[in-house]
């Protein structure tokens, strides 16, 4: 929660422009989002103020914004063709309202199971992903949030078209003004903050532009075109109907809400990781988990979506001012506030404004430093940046940091995946000193060291130099000793801690020790 009496009178204007700015931005891209999962604008808008409202009380980031996303739509979308499977005689409007119903309990589940997720202090493994799967991310989003707006530049009748050309040639004739809007919110944004930083730019481009296109009577697409909004009111609690609790039911909510959570999560929490780069308060991970559970089921008790941080509006709070939690809260009760009782003026913005904003935060999210990084990077790590990248813009958030994940981790193994022996003769006995980690990568390695059948009759394989990393470490030694005791060799083991010990004796007392001051564990149990 946030203490009002921290604020300085500049901290409270930045946070109220910032968060007054990023409220008008998030208007039309719940709207576009709630396209998207097929259901209602005002179901988009119920979430972007619910778990916007709740992140920013409660969350781990100050000034991080949370809403209904394009990550969380897309997976709505698999549910809504399910449900369509599910109930195929349904007319339009019941299968509409049916659909909505899986979405709200969709939504409650999904927000439980990141409570849970929060609660066991789950958020810490964030840490897992490499950097370069972090640089991915960012510039895919970045590509994505730049793709995003290409919608509102299509031209109409699109289907007649053949070829980007054509699009492109018909897009700029038919949508000429909307360019020129584009460029000057551009420009404004870039020069404006070199001149003043009173005011954020995107807030001043907003403000002015739709005076000039309104009172100039300047034919050009605006809000109003995406979306009737003169019937929203404040959200009220919604029970998600009892035909829905059922196995068969449930056999498409539950898989769903656990991959709507796992999405929301790993997004949220890469955020949160971007804006602590940006610099500031270093964020909660475990904190954000459970308040973007809370935020997501009160959303679906209250007729909203589930959805989770949004890295755009993020970017834009941040580099706007909006540092504390004041700019999130604001630009979440704003947000409700213009379009229940200001859906007029709304109305009348132009969309050419808000993509020329996007824009602008495409290119400040881009991490245009790793292109020049990438030359200097191991080819494994420039590997995952391009692969996360890719997969980012091509599939899904979750798919592409899982595979940064498991390609850094396969990468490392490969690499750490040899253990080397130096050996010295000593009183007719043959030492085997080790250098490297033992783990399940390197035991092919382990075994190639040992020359068993041609050893003398006492051996020392000494560990002061290497570590035993799991149990199939463990199992190797015991499996190498063994082979020495079959042939009748006496084997000494050097340098092994005491749980070290206890792994090997589960498997069988092979051989004597000698302790020579063991400074290490066995990494499982640390």
């Known amino acids: 929660m946030f203490n009002i009496q921290n604020y300085s009178k500049q901290n409270i204007k930045n946070d109220i422009l910032s968060g007054a700015l990023v409220a008008v931005a998030l208007v039309p891209e719940a709207i576009a989002f709630s396209f998207i999962a097929g259901v209602s604008p005002v179901v988009g808008l119920y979430g972007a103020f619910i778990i916007g ?7 781990g980031k100050p000034g991080m914004i949370s809403g209904a996303t394009g990550a969380v739509a897309v997976v709505f979308v698999g549910l809504g063709l399910s449900v369509k499977k599910m109930y195929p005689d349904l007319d339009t409007e019941a299968l509409s309202m049916m659909i909505l119903n899986y979405i709200l ?28 799967a972090l640089f991915g991310f960012v510039n895919g989003l970045a590509i994505v949030i730049a793709m995003a707006q290409l919608p509102f530049l299509a031209p109409k009748n699109m289907e007649q078209y053949s070829g980007w050309i054509e699009i492109i040639s018909a897009s700029f004739s038919e949508n ?9 919110t551009m420009s404004t944004m870039h020069f404006l903050p070199k001149v003043s930083k009173a005011a954020p730019a995107g807030l001043v481009a907003i403000v002015v532009l739709t005076l000039v296109t309104y009172f100039m009577h300047i034919d050009t697409k605006v809000v109003g075109d995406l979306a009737d909004l003169s019937n929203v009111s404040m959200p009220s609690f919604v029970m998600p109907v009892a035909e829905l609790f059922n196995w068969a039911s449930m056999a498409i909510i539950l898989p769903t809400a656990l991959i709507i959570a796992l999405v929301g999560l790993i997004e949220s929490l890469l955020t949160l990781s971007v804006l602590d780069e940006m610099g500031g308060e270093r964020g909660s991970g475990n904190k954000e988990c459970i308040a973007l559970g809370v935020g997501n089921s009160t959303s679906g008790l209250f007729g909203g979506m589930a959805g989770c941080a949004m890295i755009g509006q993020s970017v834009i709070n941040f580099t706007s001012g909006g540092l504390g939690r004041l700019s999130s809260f604001t630009a979440a009760v704003l947000l409700i506030i213009l379009v229940v009782s200001f859906s007029g003026v709304i109305a009348v913005i132009p969309v050419a404004v808000l993509v020329g904003i996007m824009f602008m935060v495409s290119i400040g999210t881009f991490e245009f430093s790793s292109l020049k990084r990438i030359k200097h990077m191991p080819r494994s790590d420039a590997f995952v940046l391009v692969v996360v990248t890719i997969i980012t813009v091509l599939e899904d958030l979750a ?20 253990i080397i022996a130096r050996t010295k003769e000593e009183d007719d006995k043959k030492i085997y000193e080790l250098d490297g980690p033992l783990f399940f990568g390197s035991v092919t390695s382990f075994n190639e060291q040992f020359d068993v059948e041609n050893d003398p009759s006492e051996v020392i394989i000494d560990f002061k130099n290497a570590r035993v990393m799991d149990s199939s470490g463990a199992e190797a030694i015991d499996s190498i000793t063994d082979k020495y005791k079959k042939l009748g060799k006496k084997l000494t083991l050097r340098h092994l801690s005491e749980d070290c010990k206890k792994a090997l004796h589960s498997a069988g007392p092979f051989c004597t020790y000698e302790e020579d001051d063991p400074t290490y564990k066995v990494a499982t149990n640390v």
């Open 176 to 184: 000429y003004i909307m360019y020129i809007i584009i460029l000057i």
């Open 105 to 132: 309990l969709t939504s409650i589940i999904a927000g439980l199971i990141q409570i849970a997720i929060g609660l066991m202090k789950m958020g810490k493994f964030i840490r897992l992903v490499p950097q370069p």
């Open 399 to 418: 798919v592409a940091v899982i595979a940064g994940i498991i390609i850094s981790a396969l990468v490392f193994a490969w690499e750490h995946a040899k």
């Open 53 to 59: 409202l709740i992140t920013a009380i409660i969350g």
